[in-house]
């Protein structure tokens, strides 16, 4: 008879090929391996990418038309329905179609109904659009996605802003045309803001923040290990801002392109909690290749006071009054906002309420 000591000790070692593997995934994860990004959507943006990249037309500019039509590409990401289509189908109202376009990613794996009846929605959808997710690279796949497709289908949209389903506007139409195209006062870090004899300004800039203080930047530096990056991108060279900017033409070109950054952004993380790759590649990669063609700061306002589980403040339909509508507004970096998140569908009808008399009065 074997002892109970003996049983017991028997038992133990019997158990631990269990318990390692129940536990050491959490105590000894596996390095990030290959991107969890399928392979047939890399090979059909890659193709896209290619297109878009060889397109002739890098500024509508260069054309040599003396009353050049340029444009502003509106890119939405969605998940979901549309709720504030009405607003915007009314921020566009009256406007030529020479000015602007307007182009959304909505996720194909969800249900997401298309507005018509004349919208400016209603044939906006792209229709190489893939599966999202929050905080993963398929957000960039998908933002990139936006903006090969923009990009190749207009030689005039020379800004392209990236907008989400839940941003509204801040301002008329001609209040964001004008402040890009020609306002001379607009950008208040702008070191050439004067316009040439066309009323057109030479020096363009992306408005996109530059982060380079933030906190938790090392742990989101480290998220995927701790020289997953290197060499290709430094630790100094790191920055986050807004997944949320609007772009100048030369530098969606250089987006299109990459891609070193892209291999590295791409790559799992060890730590969900700490890993929005959508909040750093598109800073970290103009940061590394022009700095000085970026403002440092985003166009879009957003409330981070009260955030939950990395969400920011969500604004509910008792709070839109116009005193919110002036406060959203309020920027030290340029002469005011455009945009605003973020809302919950209920506040389509006080918004629009509003609309006319305080948000497209400027």
């Not at 049983?7 to 090929?17: G, H």
Request: a positive charge; aromatic letters at 16%; one cysteine or more.
């Amino acid at each position: 008879m074997f002892s109970n000591q003996f049983v017991l000790f028997f038992s133990f070692l019997l158990c631990l090929p269990f318990v390692f593997f129940f536990v050491a995934p959490h105590v000894f994860p596996s390095p990030p391996g290959e991107s969890l990004i399928p392979i047939s959507d890399e090979i059909d943006d890659r193709s896209l990418f290619i297109a878009a990249a060889g397109s002739t037309s890098l500024s509508h500019l260069s054309s040599g038309n003396p009353n050049p039509k340029l444009k502003i590409a509106f890119l939405f990401l969605t998940n979901s329905d549309l709720h504030f289509a009405p607003i915007w189908d009314r921020f566009f109202s009256g406007h030529s179609k020479s000015l602007y376009n307007v182009y959304v990613h909505a996720d194909p794996f969800v249900n997401v109904t298309r507005p018509g009846n004349g919208s400016v929605f209603e044939n906006a959808f792209i229709a190489n659009a893939k599966r999202t997710a929050r905080a993963s690279p398929t957000l960039i796949s998908a933002t990139r996605r936006l903006l090969a497709t923009a990009f190749l289908d207009d030689p005039a949209n020379t800004y392209f802003a990236v907008l989400s389903q839940y941003c509204i506007p801040l301002h008329s139409f001609n209040y964001v045309y004008s402040s890009l195209f020609e306002s001379s006062t607009f950008d208040k870090s702008d070191p050439d803001p004067t316009p040439n004899p066309r009323g057109i300004r030479i020096l363009y800039r992306s408005f996109m923040e530059l982060i380079s203080d933030e906190p938790r930047l090392w742990k989101r530096y480290t998220a995927r290990g701790r020289y997953a990056m290197m060499p290709e991108v430094p630790f100094e060279k790191f920055r986050v801002g807004s997944q949320f900017f609007v772009m100048t033409r030369r530098h969606a070109l250089l987006t299109i392109k990459d891609r070193i950054l892209w291999r590295k952004f791409k790559l799992p993380c060890y730590r969900p909690d700490e890993c929005y790759p959508e909040e750093h590649y598109f800073p970290t990669l103009l940061n590394m290749k022009d700095p000085d063609g970026c403002t440092g700061y985003t166009l879009t306002r957003v409330n981070w006071t009260g955030t939950v589980k990395g969400h920011p403040y969500t604004y509910k339909p008792k709070e839109v009054v116009p005193e919110l509508i002036q406060r959203l507004r309020q920027s030290n970096h340029s002469s005011s906002y455009f945009f605003a998140r973020k809302f919950t569908p209920a506040c389509l009808k006080p918004l629009l309420a509003i609309a006319d008399s305080v948000i497209f009065r400027d």
